[in-house]
């Protein structure tokens, strides 16, 4: 496209037919210079570009029957093209000034004045062309901008559009020093053609950081709603579709975290409404963001917790759901969350992974315990951890309590603390069989604590009654096969 002199017969063609940004401004209807850069944006795979002065063209265009991802190509697509064009435009700018700058040393060096003179003039005009075939190029890309953002706004399914949005207004952030620095350059240092070229780009940065802005609102607004949280009795206990959701969101926005800064920045007097101040601890905007909606998304699992009956099922749910978002909160090197750090000196230290659950599973508790307080990048664990403690008190405690005669309201039927206890661990195990935990090293971690729970009390109940000369019944479960109960648990 460059070496094959294709760009400068159409750039020379172009400056015939009097190609100029006045005419993209709306001063003339299609013409020759739009069919010119039909052509060149035909090369570029981009031609529908030119449907973006027509808005209710571009529209039907962008309204195509894939819907969100027809839009999400076209993005694509329009950032490749982008992208190529500047690098086009920028090593043409270098061989028209290269060959500006032999004609002057020849005028240096040579007597033919009046020869050399004209060559030079004519070189000027090219470099004159050269800039009027640029602008006219570079704003007629921009125009996508203004129809992606609108087209955007317009779909429902904001969070789907999103990436692509982010992912245009890099590509706008990214390309426009090299195309500010191509007009400076191209113009012998002056600035006029540069600074408006640079309002454009601003301009354009402006209204796609509006747009993804709207964009992030409508989808924390549809997190945030009260209906988007409730549990059904058949989904009480696993993680929430929400939860899910909404971590597959965060970590689209940590993907694209510097675009992400920059728009929240310029948004920083709308973040400010809803984002407390920023902290020492924070690294960015986006972290900020990030942060806060993984605390107001816990909140509402939270609320949705006192809606399950069971007491035990209600901290399984808050399990799941909270192993799911530590799990990812670990992927993203997410600054310590504040809110649940556990006072004391914490020192500078860099960012860093988290390690997995599996690294705990099989620690005492007072060694994991020891290890959270340590570490102010475990804030997850620990929230767990008093899950797994609660959890245990609801649906074990009752258990174990009937070997002492400690025994709740409601068991009323005949026997002994035995009999009772088997009873009740019976009745829990049939329960809780069927209560789905999917995280496996939770599973596992769950699973150890029931066991370190149960079988020492139960062991130690039973030397008691052997010791007090008192003989078992030929069905009396041992600590082992109980434990092989226990590891059936929470299989879904």
């Not at 006192?306 to 808050?318: C, E």
Request: glycine share 6%; net charge negative.
């Amino acid at each position: 496209m460059v070496r094959d002199s294709y760009m400068k017969g159409l750039i020379r063609t172009f400056s015939a037919t009097g190609g100029s940004s006045s005419a993209h401004r709306g001063g003339l209807g299609p013409g020759h210079e739009e069919l010119l850069l039909g052509s060149w944006f035909r090369e570029l795979d981009v031609e529908w570009i030119l449907l973006a002065r027509d808005r209710d063209k571009v529209k039907q265009h962008l309204d195509l029957e894939d819907g969100c991802a027809s839009l999400l190509d076209l993005m694509e697509r329009w950032i490749k093209a982008l992208k190529t064009m500047v690098q086009v435009l920028c090593i043409t700018q270098m061989e028209v000034r290269a060959k500006t700058l032999g004609v002057r040393k020849a005028i240096r060096y040579f007597t033919l004045l009046a020869t050399g003179k004209t060559i030079m003039a004519e070189r000027e005009q090219e470099v004159s062309q050269f800039v009027r075939f640029a602008e006219a190029s570079i704003l007629m890309m921009l125009d996508f901008v203004d129809a992606v953002a609108d087209a955007a706004l317009d779909d429902d399914r904001a969070a789907e559009t999103l990436p692509g949005m982010l992912q245009v207004y890099t590509c706008v952030v990214d390309d426009s020093p090299a195309v500010l620095a191509l007009f400076k350059e191209a113009s012998g240092g002056a600035t006029s053609a540069s600074d408006a070229m640079n309002d454009v780009f601003l301009r354009k940065r402006s209204k796609l950081g509006d747009a993804i802005w709207s964009l992030m609102e409508k989808v924390r607004a549809s997190f945030m709603a009260e209906d988007c949280w409730r549990v059904s009795p058949a989904e009480a206990g696993g993680v929430h579709k929400t939860t899910q959701l909404m971590m597959n969101y965060i970590m689209l926005l940590w993907r694209n975290e510097s675009a992400l800064d920059l728009v929240l920045q310029d948004q920083q007097y709308r973040l400010g409404m809803f984002m407390s101040k920023h902290d020492d601890y924070c690294s960015s905007p986006a972290a900020d963001l990030i942060k806060n909606m993984i605390c107001r998304s816990e909140k509402q699992l939270e609320k949705t917790s006192n809606f399950i009956s069971d007491p035990g099922l209600r901290y399984i749910f808050l399990m799941n759901n909270c192993s799911l978002i530590s799990e990812k909160v670990s992927s993203l090197i997410l600054p310590p969350f504040e809110d649940y750090k556990i006072d004391g000196s914490r020192g500078s230290r860099s960012r860093e992974r988290l390690p997995p659950m599996e690294d705990y599973v099989n620690q005492p508790d007072t060694n994991l315990r020891a290890k959270i307080e340590t570490d102010p990048n475990l804030d997850g664990l620990v929230r767990i951890q008093g899950f797994i403690e609660a959890y245990l008190d609801a649906s074990w405690e009752p258990v174990m309590s009937c070997l002492y005669h400690d025994v709740p309201r409601g068991f009323l039927r005949c026997g002994g603390p035995l009999d009772k206890f088997e009873s009740e661990f019976q009745r829990t195990y049939a329960t809780q069989k069927h209560w789905k935990v999917p995280n496996p090293e939770l599973r596992k971690r769950l699973r150890k604590a029931i066991t370190e729970k149960v079988i020492p009390g139960y062991n130690q109940y039973m030397a008691k009654r052997t010791a007090k000369g008192k003989s078992n019944r030929p069905h009396t479960s041992t600590a082992l096969e109980l434990e092989e109960l226990l590891e059936e648990l929470f299989e879904g």
